[in-house]
T-cell receptor, first 115, second 113 residues
C-alpha cells in the first residue's frame, strides 16, 4: 500500500514569490492535514480538509491557503513568501474524521527554503 | 507558554539503557495522546496511541498518561542505536478539532553502541 506522497521534496524560492505544494494521501483516506515544522516552533497545524471541505485552520496568516480535490489529493499554497516561511511542510492523511482511531500517516515532507 | 512542553534534549544514552521521555500540557480538554518518532529527513511515524489516563505497552515501548497531572511519558526498554531519532508527543481530542494534533517540540534521542 503506497504511503503519503508529497511533491516536490525540496525547493528554493525567493522572497515575494509564491509556492504550491502537493500531497497525495493513502488510497481511501479522505482527511488531509498540513503541518509546518521549523526548529524554533516545532510542528504547527496549518489546516485540515475532509471531503473537499476545510474543517479546521491553524493560526497562520491568509497567505497560507489550501484545497482538496474530489480524489482527496490536496495542495497548499503560500503567497508572497517571507524568509520565515522556510520550513518542512508535512502532509498527513487519515481514514477517520477524528483522532479517535489515533492514526495520522505522514509524508516525508516538502522542504522549502526562501532566500 | 506553549500548550505542550517537551524537553528538547539531546538525550544521550548507552545501548541497552531504559529511556524516559516526557511531556506536560496545559489543556485539560485533550483526550488522545500519541508518541511519534521522526528520523532525520523523514516524516513522523506513530509509535503509541493512548486514550485518557493509564498505561499501554507495545514491545519495548510503554506509554503512560496521567491526566490529573497533565503529564505523559514514553519509556523505551533495552534501547538500540536504531532508536536514535526525535520523539514527538502529540495530543488531540478537543471538541470539533477533527484530526488536528498539538505537538510538543520534540526530544532528540541518541543511543550509543
Amino acid at each position: 500500500k503506497a504511503g503519503v506522497t508529497q511533491t516536490p521534496r525540496y525547493l528554493i524560492k525567493t522572497r515575494g514569490q509564491q509556492v504550491t505544494l502537493s500531497c497525495s494521501p493513502i488510497s481511501g483516506h479522505r482527511s488531509v492535514s498540513w503541518y509546518q515544522q521549523t526548529p524554533g516552533q516545532g510542528l504547527q497545524f496549518l489546516f485540515e480538509y475532509f471531503s473537499e471541505t476545510q474543517r479546521n485552520k491553524g493560526n497562520f496568516p491568509g497567505r497560507f491557503s489550501g484545497r482538496q480535490f474530489s480524489n482527496s489529493r490536496s495542495e497548499m499554497n503560500v503567497s508572497t513568501l517571507e524568509l520565515g516561511d522556510s520550513a518542512l511542510y508535512l502532509c498527513a492523511s487519515s481514514f477517520s474524521r477524528t483522532t479517535n482511531t489515533g492514526e495520522l500517516f505522514f509524508g516525508e515532507g516538502s522542504r522549502l527554503t526562501v532566500l | 507558554q506553549k500548550e505542550v512542553e517537551q524537553d528538547p534534549g539531546p538525550l544521550s544514552v548507552p545501548e541497552g539503557a531504559i529511556v524516559s521521555l516526557n511531556c506536560t500540557y496545559s489543556n485539560s480538554a485533550f483526550q488522545y495522546f500519541m508518541w511519534y518518532r521522526q528520523y532525520s529527513r523523514k516524516g513522523p511515524e506513530l509509535l503509541m496511541y493512548t486514550y485518557s489516563s493509564g498505561n499501554k505497552e507495545d514491545g519495548r515501548f510503554t506509554a503512560q498518561v496521567d491526566k490529573s497531572s497533565k503529564y505523559i511519558s514514553l519509556f523505551i526498554r533495552d534501547s538500540q542505536p536504531s532508536d536514535s531519532a526525535t520523539y514527538l508527543c502529540a495530543m488531540s481530542g478537543v471538541q470539533n478539532a477533527g484530526n488536528m494534533l498539538t505537538f510538543g517540540g520534540g526530544t532528540r534521542l541518541m543511543v550509543k553502541p
